[in-house]
């Protein structure tokens, strides 16, 4: 068996190796991120992290797979874009976890591990400054796209509305 410090090393390296690409290595947790990330608390963003993968990455064919999980509206959609738990083609392109079958609970601890990794680490960094400088020093490919309704927390209209995970298989 894997020991504890073997499993945070392992986690280290997986996260070095999605910060090397250019989509995943830019998302960073904003302000309201971490805001709710405070307020809510680690062990209960966590368990939501947990309701994502079992509810929505989990089956052997998850529904709407491929945008399934928005780019914001809360911190764990974030961690999953970040760390390729987001949709089963990222899990099998970065985790080796194949499509098409039901992750088993093993599969799906890892995923929660790994964003649970991917949110220590980020509340550790010191917040961007301003929003104003982040784009500033981060080329963005905006998309001639409706502006996105920017809600608080999670709710249905949030949950297939704002994904980008399709440009993600550009650039990473
Ligand atoms: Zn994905």
């Not at 099998?92 to 995923?111: S, Y």
Request: hydrophobic residues 30%.
């Amino acid at each position: 068996m894997a020991s504890e410090n073997q499993i945070r090393d392992d986690l280290d390296a997986t996260l070095r190796r999605l910060a090397g690409s250019p989509f995943r290595g830019r998302l960073r947790l904003d302000d309201r991120d971490r805001g709710y990330l405070e307020r809510t608390g680690r062990e209960a963003v966590l368990d939501h992290a947990r309701d994502f993968i079992t509810g929505r990455l989990a089956p052997a064919r998850p529904r709407n797979d491929g945008s399934q999980t928005p780019m914001r509206g809360h911190p764990v959609f974030v961690a999953q874009h970040a760390t390729a738990t987001c949709c089963r083609g990222c899990l099998e392109k970065w985790h080796g976890i194949r499509a098409g079958r039901a992750l088993t609970d093993e599969q799906q601890e890892f995923a929660v591990a790994l964003i649970a990794h991917w949110l220590d680490a980020e509340v550790r960094r010191p917040a961007p400054a301003t929003t104003a400088s982040a784009t500033k020093s981060v080329p963005t490919r905006r998309k001639p796209n409706k502006p996105r309704p920017r809600d608080a927390g999670v709710n249905q209209g949030d949950l297939f509305s704002t994904d980008q995970d399709g440009s993600s298989t550009v650039d990473d």
